[in-house]
């Protein structure tokens, strides 16, 4: 590792003047999870290190005025996936903040760093987009034209390309917010893991399904995993399954979109149309479970 | 950039200056003599480093020691209290839970910190929680027993299962 | 790591062999190419910036005109550069072809063949051809730009 120098800021203000001192060469460190790792394999050579660890106020968990909740940047992954409220309220995030790594790793972790990080094979970024969720982005008082500002982005627009997202110079994550599940709605999140339990997904897929009183599909999201440069949002399945009968037929008819919708890249996990047909039967199982648990 | 830090380790407070890189795993090591915590991967994946930060599961082969300035830092080390071995270590010796011993003292802070949170795992929950530890002996049967009688034996019951010849937990 | 990649730019073959084969004309449509200067006959130093997922690579080096045939119009080029900082360094040869398509379109073929050395071989190849393409796509839009008569 290149030697570098490290800052602890005590406070927001504090983390938000070192950004602006040190610009391009500064990098934000949380758990460190994979900052340090890509800093060990020199991939990144940051000059300087802020780390965010003593920043108040950032660690915690809470619900919302809607009835959502809301996550600060700092809290581990491990906090997500064992708070109470989050399994009472969203439990299709726990059981996505679940599957990421170990749980060391989890416990490493931070849910801002994990945004922040903007690798499409991770496990919490389909199940949040399919869930409508929120980056809380904050900015020093004269940043961007704005006063000491919060940009909320969905986290579906965070991410731009290859671990490249839309945190703006100057910006931090500062928390993520997820409106509560739609009444009537049942959720899934599915992760193909053929080889080790703690690898990256071959391929990942989140499905929110809503059914109106007939039974029918009155809303569908189903965010895909692993299988792209981002995480990519399947708008056409979508599109079929809504106002249509959740059967096999209709189901299976909207997965089949799914192949073409993915752009995966070929690694030792498989080739690129093995994954675009691993993704369509993932979409397929998505969608089914979550159907199943939607109450009409 | 050399800083001064300051890290409690197993209770005990050390002032060091380091340089910004240094990885916890290496102050442990090199600066404190704490040989016990072994690198195994250093990429965080294989457990043979961990060790506790403040209570939480830390890989330290991928922390950094001055980004945890002002930590508790829990190493295998301080698990024996007053000559008496951790009821997880002593029942790594007892059920033979370890051969070449490398992954050893992430093993058994693994196992302590799950009991931390869970003082009663079922066996599945020891699975799960231990999967992030690798074992390159593949001695895993032993090492889930070991940990299965450590919940059976109880952390308040310390260790009192005769043998006390358990240095070999954290060599 | 070999990469094929073909565009379409409209103008003439000979009008766009000019224009390619006039390094530091054409340096503007490179995608992060920077402060080409002539190092000597037929070969030019500069740097050239790219990132790939967490990597940013700033790569200084040079680039030499190996061997040119206007009449076939194909072109060899080498680069050789390194990123210190990283710790790793690329050899390219370049072969590239242009293929008249009609009066006012040709066709680019462009072949790079890499050798990625350090730290840079540690890049995954399938993002690496991705990007790879992405740049000559985006060399080809500029060099459509450039070539498209003003007015």
Redesign the interface.
């Known amino acids: 590792m290149i030697d570098f120098q490290l800052h602890l800021p005590n406070s927001l203000e504090d983390a938000f003047a070192l950004l602006e001192q040190y610009g391009d060469d500064a990098r934000l460190l949380s758990g460190g999870t994979a900052l340090i790792l890509q800093m060990k394999q020199r991939f990144a050579q940051p000059g300087h290190v802020i780390g965010l660890r003593r920043l108040p106020g950032l660690g915690d968990i809470g619900e919302t005025a809607d009835g959502g909740v809301r996550i600060g940047a700092l809290c581990s992954q491990r906090r997500v996936e064992t708070s109470p409220l989050v399994a009472g309220r969203l439990p299709l995030v726990a059981q996505a903040y679940r599957q990421v790594a170990t749980p060391r790793i989890r416990s490493m972790a931070t849910v801002g760093g994990g945004l922040a990080h903007g690798d499409p094979n991770q496990d919490p970024p389909p199940a949040l987009i399919a869930l409508g969720a929120a980056a809380i982005l904050s900015s020093a008082p004269d940043g961007n034209g704005n006063n000491g500002g919060q940009r909320i982005l969905p986290v579906e627009e965070l991410f731009l390309d290859y671990f490249d997202t839309d945190v703006r110079p100057g910006e931090i994550i500062t928390g993520l917010v997820i409106p509560p599940a739609p009444a009537g709605s049942g959720a899934a999140y599915l992760k193909f893991l053929p080889r080790t339990a703690d690898d990256y997904a071959t391929v990942s897929a989140a499905a929110v399904i809503t059914r109106d009183a007939d039974g029918h599909c009155r809303e569908a999201r189903l965010v895909l995993g692993s299988v792209g440069l981002t995480p990519i949002r399947a708008t056409a399945a979508e599109d079929l399954l809504r106002g249509q009968p959740l059967t096999d037929a209709t189901i299976r008819a909207a997965a089949a979109t799914v192949p073409a919708a993915v752009d995966p890249l070929e690694d030792h996990r498989g080739s690129v149309d093995y994954k675009r047909e691993m993704a369509q039967v993932f979409a397929r199982r998505a969608i089914e479970q979550a159907a199943g648990s939607a109450a009409g | 950039?050399a800083?001064r830090i300051s890290l409690s380790v197993n209770g005990v407070s050390h002032e060091r200056e380091t340089?910004?890189?240094r990885?916890l795993v290496d102050f442990l090591r090199y600066d404190l003599g704490l040989t016990g915590t072994k690198e195994g991967c250093?990429?965080?994946?294989c457990?043979a480093c961990?060790v506790l930060v403040d209570g939480?599961?830390?890989?330290s082969c991928?922390?950094?020691a001055?980004?945890?300035?002002g930590s508790e830092i829990t190493t295998i080390e301080g698990l024996a209290q007053d000559g008496r071995l951790h009821p997880v270590q002593q029942a790594f010796i007892d059920y033979g839970g370890f051969q070449c011993g490398i992954c050893t003292p992430g093993q058994v802070m693994?196992a302590k910190?799950?009991l931390e949170v869970n003082p009663h795992p079922t066996e599945a929950e020891i699975r799960?929680?231990m999967?992030?530890n690798l074992c390159r002996c593949t001695g895993y049967y032993k090492i889930l027993e070991s940990v299965v009688k450590a919940v059976g034996a109880g952390l308040d019951s310390g260790s009192d299962s005769g043998s006390d010849s358990g240095a070999g937990a954290s060599q | 790591m070999k990469l094929e990649n073909r565009c379409l730019v409209p103008a003439d073959r000979a009008t766009t062999w000019d224009l390619v084969l006039d390094l530091p004309k054409v340096a503007p449509c490179v995608p992060g190419l920077a402060g080409l200067a002539p190092d000597g006959e037929n070969r030019f130093t500069g740097t050239l910036q790219a990132q790939a997922g967490p990597l940013r690579v700033n790569l200084s080096g040079s680039v030499r005109i190996v061997a040119q045939d206007a009449e076939k119009g194909e072109a060899q080029f080498l680069l050789e550069a390194s990123d210190r900082r990283i710790g790793g360094a690329v050899r390219t040869n370049i072969d590239l072809r242009l293929i008249p398509k009609s009066e006012d379109l040709t066709e680019l073929v462009i072949v790079t063949d890499t050798a990625f050395m350090g730290h840079l071989g540690a890049l995954g190849q399938p993002i690496i051809r991705r990007k790879a393409a992405a740049a000559v796509e985006e060399f080809a839009r500029n060099l459509a730009g450039a070539l498209r008569p003003a007015g």
């Open positions: 950039m800083q340089p910004a890189r990885l250093s990429v965080g994946v457990g961990t939480e599961m830390t890989a991928i922390t950094l001055a980004a945890v300035d693994a910190a799950l799960d929680w999967m992030g």
